[in-house]
């Protein structure tokens, strides 16, 4: 079965200090590879992609994300946390017709 | 530009009542989509689009019924609530004919369901 999983629930940094996000997936053919951000009581927001290219992808609000074919990873990182990061994220692969989405992490950055 | 839109944001059912959740979407986008959130299970797609006059089945589609009359609009209906419905249900949107395709989703703010 295809699925995309973010083995963390929860990841706490310090404000300041560099943060990521895993990602893994088992999704056949070549999937586009999406991260979004749900901040509490709020949608889903696009952050970044992968389709095809450079491995290393960038977003919104600083956000990249690291794109590893060998390992089927897509790990979203950020080199400064900010506080007002703390949220949920979400990873998921596929296209516009069936898209496999991670169960969520959530990220808690402290002052 | 309002994005994607939903109504109601709040509703509170007794088990057994209907209701329509609806979506509208000003980005004339053909695919619209929704799905539920629930605790600990991530996003579950309920039914999709690909145009207007079609639907398809998503992973969890008992006890939902769709309809896409007009391209703008995806109504999602509930027959008959169950407690298990009780959720926050997300619609979106993706791909245009004609204008930029990034393929990201589009996110309305939730509609927040309580059946009791």
């Known amino acids: 079965a295809q699925s995309v999983a973010q083995p963390e629930d929860q990841v706490n940094v310090a404000e300041g200090n560099p943060l990521t996000v895993k990602c893994t997936y088992s999704v056949s053919g070549n999937p586009y590879l999406f991260w979004y951000v749900q901040y509490p009581n709020r949608g889903l927001q696009f952050l970044l992609k992968?389709?095809?290219?450079d491995n290393l992808v960038k977003g919104s609000y600083g956000f990249e994300a690291e794109f590893n074919k060998s390992q089927t990873s897509f790990h979203l990182k950020k080199p400064s946390a900010l506080v007002s990061d703390s949220a949920l994220y979400f990873c998921?692969?596929?296209?516009?017709?069936?898209?496999?989405w991670g169960l969520g992490t959530s990220l808690a950055v402290n002052p | 530009n309002a994005g994607v839109t939903q109504t109601p944001k709040f509703r509170v059912l007794k088990t057994g009542q209907s209701m329509t959740l609806l979506c509208a979407q000003d980005?004339?986008?053909?695919?619209m989509y929704w799905y539920r959130q629930d605790p600990g299970m991530g996003l579950r797609l309920i039914h999709y689009?690909?145009?207007?006059?079609?639907?398809a089945k998503g992973e969890v589609p008992d006890g939902y019924n769709v309809s896409r009359l007009k391209k703008q609009n995806f109504l999602l209906g509930l027959e008959s609530a169950a407690p298990s419905q009780t959720s926050v249900y997300f619609c979106?949107?993706?791909?245009?004919?004609?204008?930029?395709?990034?393929?990201?989703?589009?996110f309305g703010e939730g509609s927040r369901l309580t059946v009791l």
């Open positions: 992968y389709i095809t290219g």
């Open positions: 979106a949107s993706s791909y245009s004919r004609t204008g930029r395709n990034t393929g990201e989703l589009f």
């Open positions: 980005m004339n986008h053909e695919y």
């Open positions: 689009s690909v145009g207007e006059g079609t639907t």
């Open positions: 998921a692969a596929g296209n516009n017709r069936k898209l496999i």
